[in-house]
């Protein structure tokens, strides 16, 4: 069973009727997919709502090559998932990072004495992640996930591994970096801002924490 997503992305259910994603799941997902950038959503094709004990049994997963994010059964009922999905902006986070190459520019960022984010951008590869794996793509992957929450949820993001890396000044510093990238070439404010606020982003990470 699937159905159409914004721009054009399929939700694929591999369970029965009674399995999640829920009808408040679905718009929750639904809702949450409606904040990325068309240019994004262009390199997403599929959306896999897995069922019970079939993996990912918890979490998340990827398929960059074939345009693929898949979600466990019970992430949708985690509670951090409840207004925004973002164990799915996490695992599209990999999917843009792979079209458009973004820890290596982060890393080039970082490597590149002259370049006036340097100093950010190796903060921000180094970011503490919660999960199974580890370095600097899951960084990456969590930046984006936190930029595109902060669109709909205003309390600023903290997890056990990263208490203070996405408060005030810190979660503006790793921000930049990756609004400097290419996978943000072009897209405007009116793209991120999902009611158009005419508003600067600027100064909406500067009212996170």
Do not use: W
């Amino acid at each position: 069973m699937s159905e159409m997503l914004p721009g054009g992305v399929e939700l694929v259910r591999f369970g029965g009727p009674l399995e999640p994603p829920n009808a408040t799941q679905t718009v929750v997902l639904r809702s949450t997919v409606s904040l990325l950038p068309v240019a994004h959503l262009a390199v997403l094709s599929r959306i896999e709502a897995r069922r019970p004990n079939q993996p990912p049994v918890k979490g998340g997963g990827n398929d960059p090559r074939n345009k693929i994010t898949r979600l466990s059964s019970v992430s949708f009922s985690e509670s951090k998932n409840s207004q925004v999905n973002i164990t799915f902006l996490h695992e599209m986070g990999h999917i843009v990072d792979y079209y458009f190459r973004v820890t290596e520019e982060v890393r080039r960022m970082a490597n590149d004495a002259r370049h006036p984010l340097r100093a950010d951008a190796a903060d921000l590869l180094t970011t503490p992640h919660t999960g199974a794996t580890h370095g600097p793509g899951e960084t990456i992957a969590d930046c984006y996930m936190v930029l595109f929450r902060s669109l709909r949820v205003s309390r600023p993001y903290v997890s056990q591994a990263c208490p203070t890396q996405y408060l005030g000044n810190e979660g503006q510093r790793r921000f930049r970096v990756l609004l400097a990238t290419s996978a943000f070439r072009n897209i405007t404010i009116d793209q991120l801002l999902s009611d158009s606020d005419a508003a600067s982003f600027d100064r909406l990470i500067r009212s996170l924490g």
